[in-house]
């Protein structure tokens, strides 16, 4: 009886051991793939290299910023965090990235007269981690913006949590007062909407309204974004998930991609597996300090062998599509 026993919890121990060693292995794999970039270059190396097609994922922590540019144009999709709190939420307190943006913008984008011009700024939905900045960016004397794509938002079809605590309303309303004092043209239909920046066709996915009548959180409503150049497809996820069905929806419409920014930082509930499995990215980006969902990092790393790249490791990342047949990623950007 106690040599059975002695079997049993020896068998128990092993089991454990196997268990540990299994997800080590695991954990160790993902750090690998979180940790290679192709190239590095500090950002003097690379700034005077202008006129090419990039994706500039810029270091804003936990929130978006990003940066299109090709053929000598330049828009900007989200805008990062902002040092704002208008109801004075504790919870709020957070860093804000807007000054780095404009100096990120000024350092990469300013012509010989010293000016900016954004052929279009995008919101991909009303949270503060990424339209904060977009109030400051726009109302700096020397930002010029042609176009603005931001989706409406209806405070009445938004779960009471956000209403209460959060503060969609008064970012949202930042942005476009902001918009509106500068006369820039303003889109707010964004069903089906596609168009050429550049070298790049820009498609916009779930852009319709949400349903009057219906609660959903903001990032139900959050836009994703194809960019695509002579057959290398990058989709830009926004905080797209799939708790209405968002991502098995677009999914199928969207397919293979090159390289996918992963929706809402890699948490949970986006980035599902049906989603992963579609669009069988080779390449992941992560724009946040945290750690990935297991079940993405899962889906990602393990199932399609694709390496996670977080800006904030890399301290901001560069996808360099100016050659197709060899692109390149760049990491260290420093100002």
């Known amino acids: 009886m106690e040599k059975t026993k002695r079997k049993m919890i020896t068998g128990i121990v092993i089991a454990v051991i196997c268990i540990i060693a299994l997800i080590a292995a695991m954990f160790g794999g993902f750090s690998v793939f979180q940790n290679n970039l ?34 000598g144009k330049f828009a900007l999709i989200d805008c990062g965090e902002d040092s704002d709190n208008p109801r004075g939420f504790e919870s709020l307190e957070l860093d804000g990235y807007e000054d780095f943006v404009v100096d990120y913008l000024n350092y990469f984008c300013k012509d010989e007269s010293g000016q900016i011009n954004l052929e279009f700024i995008m919101g991909t939905h009303a949270h503060s981690d990424h339209i904060g900045g977009f109030d400051t960016v726009i109302m700096q004397d020397n930002v010029h913006v042609k176009k603005a794509y931001f989706k409406k938002y209806y ?25 509106n004092e500068k006369e820039i043209e303003l889109i707010q239909d964004l069903t089906d909407v596609s168009f050429k920046f550049g070298s790049f066709n820009i498609t916009v996915f779930n852009g319709e309204e949400p349903k009057e009548g219906e609660k959903v959180g903001e990032n139900e409503n959050s836009l994703a974004v194809l960019v695509e150049k002579d057959g290398y497809r990058v989709m830009l996820s926004g905080d797209l998930n799939n708790l209405d069905g968002d991502e098995d929806r677009i999914a199928s419409e969207v397919g293979k991609v090159d390289v996918l920014k992963l929706g809402h930082h890699g948490y949970r509930h986006s980035s599902t597996k049906n989603y992963i499995d579609a669009l069988s990215p080779d390449i992941a980006i ?19 062998k694709a390496p996670i790249y977080s800006t904030v490791k890399h301290n901001g990342i560069i996808l360099d599509l100016s050659d197709v047949n060899n692109v390149k990623l760049i990491d260290n950007v420093e100002l």
């Open 38 to 71: 192709a190239e590095k270059y500090t950002f003097e190396e690379f700034s005077g290299q202008k006129g090419g097609d990039r994706i500039h994922f810029l270091n804003t922590g936990n929130s978006d910023a990003i940066l299109l540019e090709s053929d």
């Open 286 to 304: 992560q724009t946040t300090v945290n750690l990935a969902n297991f079940s993405v990092k899962y889906n990602v790393c393990l199932t399609h």
């Open 155 to 179: 405070e009445d079809r938004i779960i009471e949590e956000e209403v209460e605590d959060w503060d969609n309303k008064e970012m949202y309303e930042d942005v476009i007062n902001a918009v």
